[in-house]
């Protein structure tokens, strides 16, 4: 094996007799990545991330990590290769089929001599945010210069005060101590603990409807951690918006357009500048970051109308955020109507003018 290792060799007493002993001897291994800085001879190509990976358009060295291992059955002189079954990753959400052979691949040790693999496997894994976590992770608020309301995230977004499992810190009590809080499982996430509030939700969105130019239009974003447990590292945000595809000008953030359905350019991806706002740090230390964007108003589809403003779908980390209902978002004023006189009034003109 190469580019990660077994956490246990098991039993291998029968292949004493071998030169070398196997890596791993145990039916249902758990393979782990090494951590960062492993010796040269361990790694592998892309190998070493230490478990992050960051998404292919944040950083196009991080987004992919690889092991190669070999595996046999039966003893060293009449080695059979099988296909490893009941394939998982061991982490929440993904789920992942059954494996299947593929063409041959060829490996070169030293980039001078190239040798074929006997059978090369794939496994595919899928990612559900519902089977992730019972509850969503993030929400969004809104609010427009031309409207003092603010809509805040939907009450009970990601949980509920008082129920099981929804904890939550008041104002002005103090974030536990790393030791109190509490013990989980190996890869698994410890439970939010967030401030206390109506959408008890991790990760707050808020987009603001800024200004209006002749041409243009300005909107902030903000991201607010409120989870005193949790720093969200190399973070990204997805927002789906029709104007999208006339950005000028953005601030604080980086972005890139995502054209997932030719040229419907509505959706795009934000993430910070690294060492400067890619790390939003725990509720109680800032935990937030701020980016301000331009967008032109295209003529003939451009309306501050019907919540046009406002996008469509939000995703922080690939999860998708709860979005206030459209008929609570903020509209424009009544624009001003102009009052008619009544026939009374009428009615008491002709008669001062008659006498």
């Known amino acids: 094996m190469s580019g990660a290792e077994a956490m246990e060799q098991g039993n291998c007493s029968k292949f004493r007799s071998s030169p070398q002993l196997p890596h791993c001897c145990?039916?249902?291994?758990?393979?782990?990545?090494?951590?960062?800085?492993?010796?040269?001879?361990?790694?592998?190509?892309?190998?070493?991330?230490?478990?992050?990976?960051?998404?292919?358009?944040?950083?196009?060295?991080?987004?992919?990590?690889?092991?190669?291992?070999?595996?046999?059955?039966?003893?060293?002189?009449?080695?059979?290769?099988?296909?490893?079954?009941?394939?998982?990753?061991?982490?929440?959400?993904?789920?992942?089929?059954?494996?299947?052979?593929?063409?041959?691949?060829?490996?070169?040790p030293d980039g001078r001599r190239w040798v074929q693999t006997l059978e090369t496997w794939n496994v595919t894994c899928m990612y559900s945010q519902f089977r992730a976590s019972p509850s969503p992770k993030c929400c969004v608020s809104l609010s427009a210069f031309y409207n003092s309301t603010i809509v805040p995230c939907p009450k009970c977004s990601c949980g509920c005060q008082g129920l099981p499992g929804a904890k939550c810190l008041k104002s002005g009590e103090k974030s536990p101590h790393l030791l109190e809080?509490?013990?989980?499982?190996?890869?698994?996430?410890?439970?939010?603990?967030?401030?206390?509030?109506?959408?008890?939700?991790?990760?707050?969105?808020?987009?603001?409807?800024?200004?209006?130019?002749?041409?243009?239009?300005?909107?902030?974003?903000?991201?607010?951690?409120?989870?005193?447990?949790k720093n969200y590292s190399s973070w990204s945000l997805v927002v789906q918006h029709p104007n999208l595809r006339s950005v000028t000008q953005?601030?604080?953030?980086?972005?890139?357009?995502?054209?997932?359905?030719?040229?419907?350019?509505?959706?795009?991806?934000?993430?910070?500048?690294?060492?400067?706002?890619?790390?939003?740090?725990?509720?109680?230390?800032?935990?937030?970051?701020?980016?301000?964007?331009?967008?032109?108003?295209?003529?003939?589809?451009?309306?501050?109308?019907?919540?046009?403003?406002?996008?469509?779908?939000?995703?922080?980390?690939?999860?998708?955020?709860v979005m206030p209902p459209p008929d609570e978002y903020p509209t424009l004023p009544n624009s001003a109507t102009t009052s008619r006189p009544s026939s009374v009034f009428f009615s008491f003109l002709i008669l001062a003018f008659v006498f």
């Open 250 to 321: 953005l601030f604080s953030f980086n972005y890139h357009p995502l054209n997932a359905y030719g040229n419907i350019n509505d959706t795009g991806m934000f993430w910070g500048i690294k060492s400067y706002n890619d790390m939003l740090l725990a509720s109680g230390q800032s935990g937030n970051a701020q980016s301000e964007m331009l967008l032109h108003k295209d003529p003939g589809i451009f309306t501050f109308r019907e919540g046009w403003t406002f996008p469509r779908r939000i995703s922080f980390n690939g999860d998708e955020c």
């Open 181 to 229: 809080l509490p013990r989980v499982r190996e890869n698994e996430e410890v439970p939010p603990l967030v401030t206390c509030s109506q959408h008890m939700c991790p990760i707050r969105v808020h987009w603001h409807v800024k200004q209006s130019y002749k041409e243009y239009w300005r909107v902030k974003i903000t991201i607010t951690n409120h989870n005193f447990v």
């Open 26 to 108: 145990k039916k249902q291994p758990v393979i782990i990545d090494f951590l960062p800085g492993a010796p040269y001879n361990k790694q592998f190509s892309n190998c070493c991330k230490g478990g992050e990976l960051s998404s292919m358009i944040q950083d196009s060295s991080k987004f992919l990590s690889a092991f190669r291992m070999n595996v046999g059955f039966g003893k060293t002189n009449n080695i059979t290769e099988v296909m490893p079954t009941n394939f998982t990753l061991g982490i929440p959400g993904y789920t992942c089929g059954d494996a299947f052979l593929v063409s041959p691949t060829r490996s070169s």
